[in-house]
Nanobody, 126 residues
Framework: QVQLVESGGGLVQAGGSLRLSCAAS????????MAWYRQAPGKQRELVAG???????NYADSVKGRFTISRDNNKNTVSLQMNSLKSEDTAVYYC????????????????????WGQGTLVTVSS
């Protein structure tokens, strides 16, 4: 079974930095795209940043120039470096993986259309 496990959330002062990491566990064969989403209290979940297997990235306008997404295809991990944090960045951050192929029993390949992590809370104090 494939799971996404996030780490790195916490409390930070405005202007500070935080790094989130997400690791996909299981017998991963390939992952198409990975991304970070966030959901603030009372708001809808929104895309923060995404990255393809080839390394192409995209960012929400609100985080451009402050956040950097990266991934290690060999380790099946994705990270989000967050700098110059603002109070409005406070949210639960979720790791997302799209079109994940994993090997299961007897070598049978299984494709997951989309997976989500459990979320990690980032709180930025002003």
């Amino acid at each position: 079974q494939v799971q996404l496990v996030e780490s790195g959330g916490g409390l930070v002062q405005a202007g500070g930095s935080l790094r989130l990491s997400c690791a996909a566990s299981g017998s991963i064969v390939s992952i198409n795209a990975m991304a970070w989403y966030r959901q603030a209290p009372g708001k809808q979940r929104e895309l923060v940043a995404g990255i393809t297997s080839g390394g192409s990235t995209n960012y929400a306008d609100s985080v451009k120039g402050r956040f950097t997404i990266s991934r290690d295809n060999n380790k099946n991990t994705v990270s989000l470096q967050m700098n110059s944090l603002k109070s409005e960045d406070t949210a639960v951050y979720y790791c997302n993986a799209v079109r994940v192929t994993a090997a299961q029993a007897m070598g049978v390949l299984h494709r997951y259309l989309e997976l989500w992590g459990q979320g990690t809370l980032v709180t930025v104090s002003s």
